[in-house]
């Protein structure tokens, strides 16, 4: 009792004063400390996790319009007096008339579509056509070569139109930004907004983006990724051909032969090594010894994949002896004891159990291969236009062509900000294309992989 | 396509020796595969590799060696006095060479007889006019040495690929003939074939350090022309990159060496703290559900391919610098000239990073015992002075290590640099300031019309060279730290 009264309501003075309900100065300190820090951690993951939507919602925003594309639709009378004078149909001399011999023609279906559906305009006939693609010509010249029958007749045609009339549709181009715009007027777009609410020019989805070639620079309405698209293909054919046999012969010599000595050594060393050289110097490699050592084409596919399957070997063979370490040594314990050889127990028995993991390694470091650019740089994969897609497979390896992440750089060079578009739908093609593989790949862990 | 049908060829016999080999073996054997020593696809096996793999090898070395070979007995036939006094023998030979194409692709559109174009005389057609029809476009016309030149090269290819497929075939059909012979029921099939596999096995090992020699060599030979062009201190020690096609260019790497450290430097500084919160958090703090979810999708980051990372930079991240500091932008201030800046790339490049600073130091951070945890919390120390006083000093050494993975990818990197830095070679502390870095020149040097012959271009593999130099020593270094460490707790 006399404690009590001596200590009145337990205030014994402790170091930091107070109860220990009551938090002193310095435990808030502490704790102050302790959320700040974490609040640091989780501002960081934010952080991260912003870029990354930044990312995607910049892609998609920015490259789902290259997947949609203006048209306008028009009757075309193929008239017989500008197309074949002589009225005979001989190919040779209806191939004799330039695309410029359309020029009239398509003005001609222009001004009768803008009388049938009773728009007014003060435009002159050139402007009117100004509002389609200069590519028109050329598709009109085709149909014809290869219809020759079908001159003298009226056809539908669908027609690109101009980009600035495209980026007019998407928001891209507006009123105030064409005023010292020579491709286009105020008055065009007029007839343009008119067209559109009679239903002849409209925005559809775009094919041929997908599938089409690349197009000069005047053009980018017509530019498509399917040609580089192709490149890339053969580009990994390569790759796979090469770089999958090479990488899980490797990996089996290191994993299950290789005695420990100084050579042994030397290989790990320089795997690691690869592994982290700079892309670039692969290109470098490349240049020098495949183009102007071996003489080999340049920009061929087929230079771009034996670059591109010495940068992805180092990916392959560490996974693959990822997969081959966790097959158990029983496995081989066993083979050896029914009197199999030790290359027999590896090919025959743990060869197939590492085959999903080798399998996921190399479609990792395909999708890895398939978004590298900066070594496809100097082999000259850019810089001209993926026109002609490849019909043979010697073609499709050594004639010349692009490849989809060169392609997209090359886009991104041009001056006209309607590639941009096109750039950033490339990606999102590219992307789609990673995230398949990569899927893939996860699957195909999920479904096979074993836990001994 | 010669070559190819030569390795159809090679194919298809192997093919055959493989049944042929096979059915040997069981007839010698009295058709009771029993008495075979090994079992009887051993004995294709080995029929087949005899035949394939001698002549395989010949032809790829034989591919290799014979340009060396006649590149340095062609050029050994043009006299000093046929080079020109503002050429070198290396653009002369190019003239050769493409002399020599034509000459092949005129008698193959028949623009010309094999008789004729082996005995064309300079002067006397108008050649240059013929290879423009083949689609060979000549600088000059043709000059006599160089015809000459160009005649001796395509005999000597003739000659070169007839013996190489004469060569080749007898090599395939000698291991054919020679193994087929040795097929027996006793003969040990088994070894010998295991023993041709784990040689290729070793083959294909010794390819890593093939591609190693192959990147320095091919460098250092380029490197050593470009210093018998260019003096190497203003390489190393100059202050000023100013390439000039026309001659008296000043090539130093210092300027460059300054653009990519500055911008590997804000890549960073963006990356690193990020990254590491990102790790402590996600390996101290987070819960399971957290983990599973933030951590693949920060590392989606290091799967997106540097090209989507440069049109970023170029599209999106440099025009919204440019409008916060640029002319007429939204701080009213005017630090910025354009969209590439210093800034604009090393921030990309920092998204880029973070990844990759976050999962190996996650790694690291993970690799701290518990119990090291465990006692410091016994103590009353709270989670997060644990981790700074306790966690952070143990995995230091390994997140250093992290740190300069990292840079040795920043400094490595091309894309992002190509196209967000911009292409000015200067020394500028203003991160707003476009500059340019060691990739970027490389590959400027090395797109569009390049001459091997001039100091412009061959500069590029001096560059490539300090490059990999660099980049190496920090991967070694970084590798070593780490290594270290590790064996710390193990």
Do not use: C
């Not at chain 1, 496995?331 to 029914?338: H, M, S, T």
Request: hydrophobic residues 50%.
């Amino acid at each position: 009792m006399t404690d009590l009264s001596q200590n009145p309501a337990g205030a014994a003075p402790r170091k930091h004063g107070g109860s220990l309900l009551e938090k002193s100065p310095h435990t808030r300190k502490r704790n102050a400390a302790e959320t700040r820090f974490k609040a640091y951690g989780i501002a960081a993951i934010t952080a991260g996790l912003i870029m990354l939507l930044v990312l995607v919602t910049t892609i998609v925003g920015k490259g789902t319009g290259a997947f949609q594309q203006t048209f306008v639709t028009l009757n075309v009378e193929l008239l017989e007096a500008k197309l074949d004078k002589k009225g005979n149909r001989d190919l040779a001399d209806i191939k004799k008339v330039t695309t410029f011999g359309y020029a009239p023609i398509i003005k001609g279906a222009m001004e009768a579509a803008i009388e049938d559906l009773g728009i007014e305009t003060s435009l002159k006939s050139k402007e009117l056509a100004g509002i389609l693609s200069k590519d028109v010509a050329a598709q009109l010249r085709d149909y014809v070569i290869a219809n020759p029958d079908q001159i003298g007749q009226t056809v539908e045609f669908r027609f690109l139109a101009s980009s600035r009339v495209d980026g007019y549709l998407k928001g891209r181009v507006t009123r105030d930004s064409i005023v010292n715009d020579k491709n286009i007027s105020a008055e065009q777009l007029d007839l343009v907004d008119a067209l559109a609410a009679a239903g002849v020019l409209e925005k559809t989805f775009n094919l041929d983006f997908i599938f089409g070639a690349d197009a000069s620079d005047a053009r980018p309405e017509a530019a498509g990724i399917g040609v580089s698209m192709l490149g890339s293909l053969f580009m990994m054919l390569v790759v796979l051909a090469l770089a999958l046999p090479i990488g899980v012969a490797a990996s089996i010599y290191l994993e299950e032969f290789a005695p420990q000595n100084w050579l042994t050594d030397m290989i790990e060393v320089n795997i690691s090594n690869l592994a982290a050289v700079p892309s670039i110097v692969f290109g470098i490699l490349g240049l020098a010894v495949f183009i102007n050592y071996m003489h080999l084409p340049t920009s061929a596919p087929l230079v771009g994949g034996l670059v591109l399957t010495l940068m992805t070997l180092p990916t392959i063979i560490i996974s693959t002896r990822a997969s081959l370490k966790s097959v158990p040594p029983s496995i081989r314990d066993a083979a050896l004891g029914v009197g199999a050889s030790k290359m027999q127990a590896v090919f025959h028995h743990v060869l197939p159990l590492a085959a999903p993991g080798i399998l996921t390694g190399t479609i990792i470091g395909l999708a890895q291969a398939l978004g590298e650019t900066a070594p496809l740089l100097l082999i000259g994969m850019v810089g001209f236009i993926a026109s002609n897609a490849p019909e043979t497979l010697a073609d499709g390896l050594l004639a010349p062509n692009s490849a989809m992440p060169a392609q997209i750089y090359e886009w991104a060079k041009r001056a006209d900000p309607a590639f941009y578009e096109r750039a950033w739908g490339g990606i999102i093609i590219l992307l789609l294309f990673l995230v398949t593989m990569n899927t893939l790949a996860v699957i195909l862990r999920r479904r096979f992989e074993r836990r001994w | 396509m010669p070559t190819f049908w030569l390795v159809v060829l090679l194919i298809a016999l192997a093919a055959a020796g493989f049944y042929g080999g096979r059915r040997r073996a069981i007839a010698t054997a009295a058709g009771n595969v029993k008495n075979l020593h090994s079992l009887p696809s051993y004995y294709g096996y080995h029929v087949a590799l005899s035949a394939f793999v001698p002549a395989i090898a010949a032809l790829l070395v034989w591919l290799l060696a014979q340009p060396m070979f006649i590149e340095t007995r062609v050029s050994g036939m043009i006299p000093a006095a046929a080079v020109p006094e503002s050429s070198s023998i290396g653009l002369v030979m190019s003239d050769v060479r493409r002399v020599a194409e034509g000459l092949d692709l005129a008698v193959e559109q028949g623009l010309l007889s094999a008789r004729e174009a082996r005995n064309a005389v300079a002067g006397e057609q108008d050649l240059r006019a013929l290879m423009g029809e083949v689609g060979v476009a000549l600088g000059s016309e043709v000059r006599p040495e160089v015809l000459k030149a160009a005649q001796a090269y395509r005999n000597l290819s003739h000659a070169g690929r007839t013996a190489m497929t004469v060569v080749v075939t007898l090599l395939a059909l000698g291991g054919f003939a020679s193994a087929y012979v040795r097929t027996h029921k006793d003969f040990r099939a088994r070894n010998v074939v295991e023993r041709a596999v784990l040689a290729l096995l070793v083959l294909a090992a010794s390819l890593a350090i093939l591609t190693t020699v192959g990147i320095v060599l091919s460098m250092l030979f380029e490197t050593k022309n470009f210093f018998g062009l260019h003096s190497w201190t203003d390489f190393f020690f100059g202050s000023t990159w100013a390439p000039n096609f026309r001659g008296g260019s000043e090539l130093s790497i210092l300027p460059l060496l300054w653009g990519t450290l500055y911008i590997s430097f804000i890549a960073l500084l963006v990356a690193v703290p990020v990254g590491l919160f990102a790790a402590i958090y996600l390996s101290e703090y987070a819960s399971g559900a957290v983990r599973a979810f933030a951590k693949p999708l920060l590392e989606i980051l290091a799967g997106i391919p540097t090209i989507v990372y440069g049109l970023f930079a170029l599209l999106t991240v440099g025009p919204a610098l440019a409008d916060l500091f640029g002319k007429g932008g939204l701080l009213g201030v005017e630090w910025m000239a354009g969209a590439t800046s210093v800034l604009t790339a090393g921030l990309v490049m920092g998204i880029m990073l973070i990844p990759f600073v976050s999962s190996l130091s996650d790694d690291i951070i993970n690799a701290v015992p518990q119990a090291m945890r465990d006692g410091s919390l016994g103590l009353g120390a709270t989670k997060s002075e644990t981790v700074r006083q306790v966690v952070m000093p143990a995995a230091l050494p390994g997140i250093v290590g992290a740190v300069l993975l990292a840079a040795s990818r920043a400094i490595g990197e091309t894309m992002i640099v190509v196209m967000g830095a911009g292409a000015i070679a200067k020394f500028s502390a203003n991160p707003l300031e476009s500059m340019t870095t060691i990739t970027t020149r490389i590959v400027s040097q090395l797109t569009g019309d390049t001459d091997f012959a001039s100091p412009e271009t061959l500069v590029a593999f001096a560059l490539g060279l300090t490059l990999f130099v660099l980049t190496l020593g920090l991967n070694v270094l970084a590798l070593y730290i780490v290594r270290k460490y590790r064996e710390q707790y193990e």
